[in-house]
């Protein structure tokens, strides 16, 4: 069977609703999730047998003919497979969904496939291990494909195959009206618990969407650039290539502000009897003080994972509106977290804080809905050690410089602002109509030669002006194509360092 492909003029959105089940529709939820880890584990030990099988054969000098026959790891194999031995291992698989095996299956599928290339360096990244057994602490979740999914009319259930009518804690209108008109088709449902116990309704959907900005939404600068940052006050800095800030947006510090509880709620739940005894070095029951403790950690948790997607939310989708062109770093997320050990904790724990990544990922499909298009600055970029201003770069500049100081021409900048300033730049070269909307990835393209008039400004004001030091300071973002080169030098020139 070949991949889905998005029919032209629609794009895949999923929604997503929180559940309201009935103790009885909870515990079939739970038999389902019960089902997809019965699966998989029983096929991902089926795989390591015969895996083991053949290496000891190949041991014992066995050519490759007379080993055992491989098993296949498609999900069409492993479901052939999996048919053959569920009367056995699953006398009682007859109550939940086919699709709740497949489920599992489909991940064991895909955790093979991605070990078996990263094996063999045909996967990006990093290296992908082995897939492990899943426990009964492991997330629950059921993927629906088959049989009745659909919306109901009153906006407030949902129906699933095997699991019936379910009412949902908020209301379905937005999914609703768009099926109602004919705009949105339902691929597959998704059901999944989070870690404070609710659980989710997820819909994937293809949805017609009009290529267009809201009404109400005033139009900004056609070409910005957005700088990212860990800082209180600048998780987003949006600068133009003329080199005015036209928005900084905060960081949240959602996880900063909870830990301080968070770290209360832990020191008490290790006081408490735990699943792991260190005594004895065996597992046991938890009370039932630690479970409901852990209960709280884990909707402090969630609050704040809340928090942060509705303010990335809210930034990503104001600057895919008001903007045309939107150039934005590259950053190796993960990377940045991944060395330092204990010295930087403090910075690694920001980083995740403000999920950098995820802002790029929200803009990838935010400017394909309304038409705007996003510019991926190359990975190595020097944003942050380039002048804005003159071109030169700062190699020696530290993460703890928050003012930019260019040693050349001494000028004094936002450090995030001069970034954003060059990110905006980088994007000129495609031009505000020239590029369709979507993604466009920046390839061997250098960033404009710009002409400034402010070396010429300051040699023609210091034949006129007395001068005893020889660097001057600006202060402020540079104003372009708004005085002559004579009264431009007057309102440059400040106080002498």
Not at 16 to 44: C, I, W, Y
Not at 110 to 124: F, I, M, N, Q, T
Not at 161 to 187: C, F, M, W
């Amino acid at each position: 069977m070949g991949r889905f492909e998005v029919p032209e003029g629609w794009v895949a959105q999923a929604y997503r609703f929180a559940l309201d089940p009935t103790p009885g529709q909870e515990r079939v939820f739970r038999s389902h999730a019960g089902g997809a880890r019965k699966a998989h584990n029983t096929m991902l030990g089926l795989v390591k047998a015969v895996m083991d099988q053949r290496a000891a054969e190949r041991s014992y000098g066995v050519a490759e003919d007379g080993l055992t026959p491989s098993l296949n790891w498609s999900l069409a194999g492993l479901r052939k497979e999996w048919n053959t031995r569920k009367d056995d291992v699953a006398p009682w698989w007859r109550e939940n969904s086919k699709e709740a095996y497949n489920t599992g299956l489909d991940a064991l599928a895909r955790g093979l496939d991605a070990w078996h290339k990263s094996r063999k360096g045909e996967r990006a990244g990093k290296a992908v291990g082995f897939p492990k057994f899943k426990s009964a602490r492991s997330r629950r979740s059921v993927r629906f494909t088959t049989g009745t999914i659909r919306v109901e009319t009153d906006r407030h259930h949902v129906t699933l195959p095997r699991v019936g009518t379910i009412r949902t804690h908020e209301s379905t209108r937005k999914l609703a009206r768009r099926i109602d008109a004919g705009t949105a088709r339902i691929l597959s449902a998704t059901i999944a618990q989070d870690s404070t116990g609710r659980w989710f309704c997820s819909f994937q959907t293809v949805v017609q969407r009009a290529v267009s900005i809201p009404g109400h939404v005033g139009a900004g600068a056609p070409l910005v650039g957005v700088d990212v940052g860990v800082k209180a006050d600048a998780l987003l800095v949006v600068g133009t290539p003329d080199g005015r800030e036209i928005g900084r947006f905060p960081a949240p510090k959602a996880s900063a502000l909870v830990q301080s509880r968070k770290r209360a709620l832990q020191r008490k739940a290790a006081r408490r009897q735990g699943p792991y005894d260190p005594s004895t070095k065996r597992k046991r029951q938890p009370s039932n003080r630690w479970q409901r403790t852990q209960r709280r950690i884990n909707q402090i948790d969630a609050r704040a994972a809340a928090v942060r997607r509705d303010v990335l939310h809210k930034a990503t989708t104001a600057l895919a509106q008001r903007h045309r062109v939107i150039t934005v770093e590259t950053l190796n997320a993960s990377g940045m977290r991944s060395v330092g050990g204990n010295r930087k904790k403090g910075l690694n724990r920001a980083l995740a804080d403000a999920a950098l990544a995820e802002i790029r990922r929200m803009l990838a499909y935010k400017t394909q809905w309304y038409g705007s298009i996003l510019v991926e600055a190359d990975r190595y970029y020097p944003s942050s050690k380039t002048c804005s201003d003159c071109g030169r770069r700062k190699p020696n500049l530290s993460l703890s410089d928050r003012t930019y100081v260019c040693d050349h021409c001494g000028l004094m900048m936002d450090r995030d602002l001069n970034a954003a300033i060059n990110l905006a730049r980088l994007g000129e070269p495609l031009g505000v109509n020239r590029v369709p909307p979507g993604v466009a990835r920046w390839q061997d393209v250098e960033p404009p030669v710009r002409p400034t008039l402010r070396k010429q400004a300051t040699q023609a004001a210091v034949k006129r002006l007395p001068r005893t030091s020889s660097r001057w300071i600006r202060r402020g973002p540079p104003h372009r194509k708004t005085r002559l080169p004579d009264e431009r030098a007057r309102s440059r020139l400040l106080t002498r360092r």
